[in-house]
């Protein structure tokens, strides 16, 4: 019986670079955009004499990339070796295979036979990720179709995979997948984890009903799924990064608070010697103290993600450039750090003021949001006709100002340390998109670059921000907010057309 387990991408809305450190947060939205990894069993039945085996077989398969590989699983040490393989290893989904067969063996102590019995029958593991964490934008132009969603949405589902434009150096470089900054490592991390664990009995994901983690149950279970997911995608990145592409993975859209890097420790000094299961063992015991809040944005406001299409820029680079600045320049560094943390605090106020208004009087929400949404914001107070839409459009407005103090801080951050947090082109692209109608916000999402921007639009006003976007050469993705976190699917998602969730969105 095959299981299929879902990971939503990530924006992170505010807190990029504070989220690194503990106590400050970040927003992160979870998306529509899905990785999704297929889990069965790789042969019919056990071959009788199969008992005697110490090994059993992996099959990973990536239909987008054109890639197969096939692993020997040692049943005693839990380690992949690979046997054969059609281009390059995928670090992030073995780590998460050996993690989440360690975790079984660690938390399934009285039922050992029936994990040995899955084990033998092999495991068959295919990941898909929905087209809108990978850039087509090159396609698109290839055919000459115009830079519209709807372009996007005439690809086939699960599209092969296009590869960055070699360097001109002619170096002799592996192609770089062109990625749209969604987070698919941690989604496909989060998505392989589920799947096996629920595959092999750890868990139970069936439960997990549309009001997410009703009983304390759901909540340990997905515990236990975003403490190996967050571990194999450390340790399969080589470092520690703040966890919260992975949390929001597992959990959906967050106001997410870093854990301490210490939970790991015993996982990264983990020598060769050291069975897995223990090393498992002592991160399912650590004290993970992150902190996460349920956060999703307003009734009746639609995030739009657009890709300006000049090639990703590379997180890793821009971070170790700003830590660098902090090491230089303690005082100043801190001082813009304390402003920054302000302003994602108050943005983040005036977001929840907005959705508990919406709650409290939602018809006065309703009608002034979309009288908004007709107008750019200098005129917005003009609507408001009572005292409850005046109160509304004020939160609108200083959501927007705490917006604008966090995009200057952060261009502020970035010609101090010297990268390109919100290059000049950037800045141009985003005062544009909050001078149109209708706009409430708009920035960069993340560690900034040229990777990609993101707009919050009010009412219907997302399909006038798409076609402007288009005629300033910035393609408007498929991308909206969904807030809900990992979860089990019916079906292969190739066999119903689950991407039409993404390729229907409003595209009249």
Known sequence: MAVVASAPGKVLMTGGYLVLERPNAGIVLSTNARFYAIVKPLYDEIKPESWAWGWTDVKLTSPQMARETMYKLSLKHLKLQPVSSSGSRNPFV???????????????????????????????????????????????????????????????PFASITFNTEESTGENRKPEVAKTG?????????????????????????????????????????????????????????????????????????????????????????????????????????????????????????????????????????????????RSDPQDSLETWRRLSEGNSALEAHLNTLSKLAERHYNAYECIINACSLLPAEKWLERANEPTQEEIVKELLGARDAMLRIRYQMRKMGEAAGIPIEPESQSQLLDATMNMEGVLLAGIPGAGGFDAVFAVTLGASNKNVTQAWSSLDVLAMLVREDPHGVSLENNDPRAKEITTAVSSIQLE
């Open 182 to 326: 969604l987070g698919s490592s941690a989604a496909m991390t989060t998505a392989v984890v589920a799947a096996l664990l629920h595959y092999l009995g750890v868990v139970n994901l069936s439960s997990l009903d549309e009001d997410q983690l009703q009983g304390k149950k759901d909540v340990a279970d997905l515990d236990v799924v975003h403490v190996i997911a967050q571990t194999a995608h450390c340790i399969a990145q080589g470092k520690v990064g703040s966890g919260f592409d992975v949390s929001s993975a597992v959990y959906g859209s967050q106001h997410y608070i870093r854990f301490s890097p210490e939970v790991l420790s015993s996982a990264q000094n983990a020598g060769m010697a050291t069975p897995l299961t223990e090393v498992i063992d002592d991160v399912l015991k650590a004290k993970w103290d992150h902190e996460r809040t349920k956060f999703s944005l307003p009734p009746l406001m639609t995030l739009l993600l657009g890709e300006p299409g000049c090639g990703g820029s590379s997180t890793p680079s821009m971070v170790g450039a700003v830590k660098k600045w902090q």
């Open 94 to 156: 073995e780590h998460a295979v050996q993690y989440a067969v360690a975790a079984a063996h660690a938390i399934l102590d009285k039922d050992k036979d029936t994990l040995q019995r899955l084990l033998l029958q092999g495991l068959d593991i295919t990941i898909l990720g929905c087209n809108e964490f990978y850039s087509y934008r090159n396609q698109i132009e290839a055919r000459g179709l115009p830079l519209t969603p709807e372009s996007l949405a005439s690809l086939p």
